[in-house]
């Protein structure tokens, strides 16, 4: 009987050790120093648990939400802690992931079976079965809340509609929030920084009038470029530079290249072109994790990451910050960079603190909040993400299978989930070695922003850096390149546009491909393939014609770049030896490379290490021994280092994890929208301009490194570690 008894105690989670004061006086005071054997728990990470009655007078205790290994206020026997990870301590059946139960991860780190957990707190139960803690959120079935039943209570819960669906779990604040005595001396910080949000973020500080000064007048600052092309170049080049009259062409390829303007310079009344340049403004909603497991250096590093992009926003910018751990907060509206603005801002920043767990769909939710209540729009609009840890709090049914990604698409803001539409992107950014890469990595890739890896702590701002870098750098939104067809008989192929939306009409006479917003001096390559028909003309053929559209961000007129006709020499004998084009055969290698990582990939998340390694060796011979390869082409010499330290980082299942993956993930995202993100912690100092980079990426990040201790900070890795592509010819 004892035998049971002692089982039946360690699946309850009884076995605890807390410290319970019998009388008043022995609470420890804010200015005294606590007893080694008192509950010591930070005040910003502390709630009020049930009261606890001693003697003639009650008194509550306080106890932290999250308990850490330093934590003292709660601790369990190391026997309890292994029962109650292993068993539910609702139905006392076992918890393991991939047994096809969902699991639940409360606040204070107890574990529970979803559908037990939820019957609890549907009865009536808001506090954990195990240590009795108040909980801040609970767990229901059903859609999130604005979504179920229109809102409408229901007889059990006035408050929550329980709706059942798929499983999902989803969070409810329903408890009044404890101030603790350390918040109570903050409350006029608090009220700044807008700590009780309201129901719809429509207070949004107006838009400067008139157009946007560069807030740094100096020839080197970000945004202040000489004058150049001022519309969007498109140049294409054929992989042949003659065909004969008699050949078929089945897969013929055309590459077209288009390069972005350098800048939009003002021109004064004398024609004179002006030393500072005008750029679109931006509104910046950055989300940033302030869980548990980013406290102490990480969350040192972050705040100074974000006084770095704070100092660098012009006045016209708007920045707004929401902080999430086990719930989510707005630190305060959009809000224009002016010098009050920024003093704001760094004081909202400083006062981030780390507790809690990981609940990136809520903070994901109140970031696209923001961007759609706004009553103002600035031209340019982005969402730049931070993440160290798996979300904790949205979780789906796995099986032994397999294991479900959440879907956080229908998070983003509503464009995003339109094919073709203007989306706003989601820059994402995972950092460390724990986040969950393959959903981060999702988020970026539905919103048409980048994934990138921070595997070093220091390296957070030059990564915020190079991405605002582009930001404030746009010059050409919603565009949209068309393919037409030349001569009667030729048809379109294949159209590789990496992640890139292309459509091609049913009688392949005519495509498309949506590109969206460009940053200064950005390229972008697509590779057409296209049927050559024989001909009787010795006359040049014409293969496709080309041409854009896009709107300038400030004005928002449509540009029109006339058709560029693609020509082809049709002798009625090719006599000389022909060379395939430098151009066409480096785009070539790089889209290998891509889909060489994809396959590769798949095969280490079977399980499969050595073939994945097999994989990437393979598609490294293969461009070693093409055209451009032999030639010597730094982007293939590039591309070639690139899947070696892939293949370094899949040498055994736990580098693959901690870094294989996300470094992976980080380089897909790159190449597939050709653009820069970071990755890694190390990097040769000596290697040459990177190829998605551009002058105000590149400008940003050295005034990122001038900021910085050298002694302090690492370099960083990119993604696209490749030298500048020559200029076409």
């Not at 008194?59 to 999250?66: A, D, G, I, R, Y």
Request: hydrophobic share 35%; net charge neutral; charged share 20%.
């Amino acid at each position: 009987m004892g035998s049971r008894w002692r089982k039946a105690k360690l699946s309850l989670g009884l076995n605890l050790c807390v410290y319970v004061p019998k009388t008043l006086d022995e609470i420890p005071s804010s200015s005294a120093a606590p007893s080694p054997s008192a509950a010591t728990v930070s005040s910003d990470a502390a709630v009020l648990a049930s009261p606890v009655a001693s003697g003639p007078s009650d008194f509550t205790m306080l106890m932290p939400t999250t308990p850490t290994p330093s934590s003292s206020g709660l601790r369990l026997s190391k026997s309890g802690s292994r029962s109650s990870k292993k068993t539910c301590a609702i139905c006392l059946g076992t918890m393991k992931p991939g047994d096809g139960h969902a699991l639940f991860t409360a606040e204070c780190n107890h574990t529970f079976h979803f559908h037990c957990i939820a019957s609890n707190v549907k009865h009536g139960n808001q506090d954990c079965p195990i240590c009795r803690t108040k909980w801040k959120e609970i767990p229901f079935r059903g859609s999130h809340l604005s979504e179920q039943s229109n809102g409408q209570p229901t007889r059990n819960n006035p408050g929550v509609n329980w709706a059942q669906d798929d499983g999902q779990i989803n969070l409810l604040r329903r408890l009044p929030r404890t101030v603790s005595s350390h918040r109570q001396q903050h409350h006029h910080m608090q009220s700044i920084f807008h700590d009780l949000d309201p129901t719809k973020f429509n207070d949004d500080e107006p838009l400067e009038a008139g157009p946007t000064l560069d807030p740094h007048p100096d020839e080197s600052a970000p945004g202040c470029w000489t004058a150049g092309t001022t519309t969007v170049e498109v140049k294409t080049f054929t992989e042949l530079s003659e065909i004969s009259q008699s050949d078929w062409k089945e897969s013929f390829a055309v590459l077209i290249h288009l390069r972005a303007p350098i800048s939009n310079v003002n021109v004064s009344s004398h024609g004179k072109e002006e030393s500072r340049s005008t750029r679109a403004p931006v509104d910046l909603i950055t989300v940033l994790d302030v869980s548990g497991s980013m406290a102490g250096t990480k969350l040192a590093l972050l705040k100074r990451a974000m006084g770095f992009v704070i100092q660098n926003l012009g006045p016209s910018d708007r920045l707004s910050i929401i902080s999430f751990s086990s719930t989510a907060r707005r630190l305060f509206p959009l809000r224009r960079m002016s010098e009050s603005g920024r003093q704001q801002s760094l004081l909202a920043v400083n006062s981030l603190t780390a507790n809690g767990g990981t609940n990136i769909a809520e903070g994901l939710r109140k970031g696209v909040k923001v961007i759609e209540d706004r009553k103002e729009k600035n031209p340019v609009c982005s969402v730049i993400l931070l993440s160290d840890g798996q979300d904790t709090y949205t979780v789906f049914p796995t099986n032994s299978l397999n294991r479900v990604q959440p879907d956080y698409c229908p998070l983003l803001p509503a464009a995003a989930r339109r094919s073709g539409a203007q989306s706003i992107p989601v820059h994402v950014f995972g950092f460390g070695t724990d986040h969950d890469s393959e959903s981060l990595h999702s988020i970026s890739e539905a919103s048409g922003g980048t994934f990138s890896f921070i595997e070093a702590e220091a390296a957070i701002q030059d990564a915020f850096a190079q991405c605002i870098g582009g930001l404030l750098s746009v010059v050409a939104q919603e565009l949209h390149v068309q393919v037409d067809a030349g001569d009667n008989e030729v048809l379109l192929g294949s159209i590789k546009s990496g992640s890139y939306t292309n459509h091609t009409t049913e009688d392949k006479r005519g495509g498309s491909i949506h590109v969206g917003d460009l940053y200064a001096e950005e390229e972008r390559d697509f590779l057409v393939s296209v049927n050559v028909p024989p001909t009787n003309s010795n006359e040049e053929s014409i293969l496709l014609k080309v041409g854009c559209a896009y709107k300038e961000p400030l004005t928002k007129d449509t540009v029109n770049i006339s058709m560029v006709e693609v020509r082809i020499v049709r002798p009625l004998v090719v006599v000389s030896q022909q060379v395939v084009s430098i151009e066409v055969d480096r785009q070539r290698c790089r889209l290998e490379a891509a889909e060489a990582m994809v396959e590769s990939r798949s095969a280490a998340e079977r399980g499969e290490l050595s073939e994945a390694v097999s994989i990437l060796e393979q598609c490294r011979g293969r461009i070693l021994e093409s055209v451009s390869g032999k030639s010597g082409d730094r982007l293939c010499m590039a591309l070639d280092a690139e899947l070696r330290e892939m293949q370094e980082r899949m040498a055994d299942r736990q580098r693959y994890e901690a870094s294989g993956r996300a470094y992976m993930l980080s380089g897909l995202s790159s190449h597939s929208w050709q653009r820069a993100t970071a990755r890694g912690d190390s990097t040769d100092s000596t290697s040459l301009v990177q190829a998605y980079q551009t002058s105000s990426m590149v400008e940003m990040l050295q005034r990122s490194k001038t900021m910085t201790p050298s002694n302090r900070r690492p370099q960083i890795r990119h993604t696209n570690s490749f030298p500048a592509r020559p200029e076409p010819r």
